[in-house]
C-alpha cells in the first residue's frame, strides 16, 4: 500500500533538521516506523536485527553505523543505545544523523542521560479523519485560534458512519479493512496488549484478567475524570474483581509508558468568580477504538446507547484536536470549575492564544452547549487571561455554519489542521 502522508511529517522534517537526533513516540501501529522510512536512509530494527545482541555488549557503537539519517526502530528494546547516539550525536556535530522509534518509553531505572540539545522530540497518534479522507479540512483549526468564522458547508455526517469510525479507528492497518475485520484486529491488540505487551515492557508479570479489567473500566469512563479510587469501585461493581489501588496505579504508569492511555489536562486560567478550577484530567484511552474493542460493544449496541456513544464521539474529537492543535503548536486542555461549569476541550496554543470547544454526537444539545461557552467566555478574567478567539461546538451529524451569538457550529467531517 502506498504511503499515505501524515500531517506529523512536516514536524518531522522541521525537528529533524534542528538537531543530531529526533525522538518519535507513539503507541505500536500508529505509524511511526513507516512516517520515519520516508526520511531514514538507513534502518536498523533493534528488537529483531540478530546482530543486535551480539554488538551490544561488545561494540554497540557499530550498531550506529550506517548512511545518515540512520532510523533505530523500537531502540527501547536496549536503552543504552540512548546515550551512544548521544555521544555520536556530539561527535559528528551534524543534524539529522539518527531517527529512534518507539513504542514504549524505557524504565526509570535505565541509566540514560538528558539528550538535551542534541535531541528533538515528536508525538505521534493514529491517523486522523483529514488523513484518511473522511474530512475535507475546510475549516482549519489554525483559522479558529485566529478568531476565524465558518462559512456554511454540507457536511453532514450519518449516525452510522460515525459508530463504524469509532469501531475502526485510526490505525492506518485498518484503513482498507471492514468493520468486522477492523473490530477483530483491535481485540487482538487489546488482548496481546494484555497477555504480552503489559509484562514485556518493563520484565515484571501482570495479570492479563486484571489488565482486561482495568481497560473495559477506562473504556466505560471514557473521556471523564475518573479517579484511581472510582476506577476501583467500578471494576468490583461491573465486573466483580478486587484490585488493589496500588496495582491500579502500577498499571496504569504502564499503559501511560505503552501510550496507550493519553491524559487531557486541566486547563488553567484567572477567573472573574471565587470558582476554584477542578485539577483532574480526563482519561482517554490513544484511540477510541480500543475503547470499543476492550468493552466488546458492536454497531447495534452503540446504537442503542447514544448516551455513551457520545462519551466515545468525544474522545474521538479530542483525538482529532490533538493532531490538529500539535500542527498548530498547541496543546488540548479540559476546563472544569467548583460550580461544574465544563467544556469539553480548551486548545491552546504556546504562545497563549486559545479556543474553546464542546463536543456533541448530534444537534440536539446545540443550543445549550453554546449557552455553555458564553458562559464560559464571561467567566475569564480578561484583564489577566486573554480571551478565547473563538467559541465552537463540534458536532458529528450536524453541518457547519456560525450562530449569530457568534459561537461556530463545525462538523467533524469538516474539521482539519
Given amino acids: 500500500m502506498a504511503y499515505i502522508q501524515r500531517i506529523t511529517d512536516i514536524e518531522l522534517q522541521r525537528k529533524l533538521q534542528a538537531t543530531g537526533a529526533l525522538l518519535i513516540r507513539g503507541a505500536k501501529a500508529c505509524g511511526k516506523t513507516e512516517s520515519a522510512r520516508q526520511f531514514a536512509a538507513s534502518v536498523l530494527s533493534v528488537d529483531t536485527d540478530p546482530q543486535v545482541p551480539l554488538f551490544i555488549d561488545t561494540a554497540p557503537e557499530r550498531l550506529l553505523l550506517g548512511n545518515a539519517p540512520r532510523l533505530l526502530d523500537e531502540w527501547q528494546e536496549q536503552p543504552v543505545l540512548w546515550n ?16 529512534l522509534t518507539g513504542s514504549a518509553n524505557p524504565v526509570e531505572s535505565a541509566k540514560m542521560h538528558s ?12 491517523m486522523s479523519w483529514q488523513e484518511m479522507d473522511f474530512s475535507s479540512g475546510k475549516i482549519s483549526l489554525n483559522a479558529l485560534l485566529n ?71 477506562l473504556a466505560r469512563n471514557t473521556a471523564t475524570t475518573i479517579e484511581a479510587t472510582s476506577i476501583e469501585a467500578d471494576i468490583f461493581e461491573k465486573d466483580n474483581v478486587q484490585i488493589s489501588r496500588p496495582t491500579i496505579y502500577d498499571y496504569l504508569d504502564t499503559l501511560e509508558r505503552l501510550m496507550i492511555v493519553e491524559n487531557q ?36 449496541s452503540l446504537l442503542a446507547d447514544l448516551k455513551f456513544t457520545g462519551f466515545l464521539f468525544e474522545s474521538l474529537a479530542v483525538h482529532e484536536l490533538r493532531v490538529y492543535a500539535q500542527a498548530n503548536d498547541a496543546s488540548v486542555y479540559h476546563y472544569r470549575d467548583s460550580n461544574n461549569l465544563e467544556v469539553d476541550a480548551i486548545v ?28 464560559f467566555a464571561s467567566t475569564i478574567d480578561t484583564s489577566k487571561t486573554q480571551p478565547p478567539k473563538s467559541l465552537n461546538i463540534i458536532t458529528g451529524t450536524g453541518v457547519s455554519f456560525t450562530r449569530n451569538d457568534g459561537v461556530n457550529v463545525i462538523s467533524l467531517a469538516s474539521l482539519g489542521v
Fill in 84 to 99: 551512544f547516539v548521544r555521544h555520536e550525536v556530539d561527535k559528528r556535530a551534524l543534524p539529522a544523523q539518527f531517527i
Fill in 115 to 126: 539528550g538535551a540539545g542534541r535531541f528533538t522530540m515528536l508525538d505521534m497518534r493514529t
Fill in 147 to 217: 478568531g476565524g468564522r465558518v462559512d456554511v458547508f454540507d457536511e453532514a455526517t450519518d449516525l452510522e458512519f460515525i459508530v463504524e469510525r469509532i469501531i475502526c479507528g485510526g490505525f492506518p492497518v485498518l484503513l482498507k479493512k471492514s468493520v468486522a475485520q477492523a473490530s477483530d484486529i483491535n481485540r487482538a491488540y487489546i488482548n496481546l496488549l494484555a497477555e504480552v505487551d503489559m509484562s514485556r515492557v518493563s520484565d515484571i508479570k501482570r495479570d492479563p484478567v486484571k489488565v482486561r479489567n482495568l481497560l473495559r473500566s
Fill in 265 to 300: 489536562p486541566a486547563w488553567n486560567a484567572h477567573l472573574r468568580s471565587s470558582a476554584l478550577l477542578r485539577k483532574a484530567p480526563k482519561r482517554h484511552l490513544t484511540d477510541v477504538a480500543l475503547a470499543v474493542a476492550a468493552l466488546g460493544a458492536t454497531k447495534k
Fill in 348 to 375: 491552546q496554543q504556546y504562545s497563549g492564544e486559545y479556543a474553546a470547544f464542546e463536543i456533541k454526537l448530534g444537534i440536539g444539545q446545540i443550543d445549550a452547549a453554546a449557552a455553555n461557552l458564553l458562559k
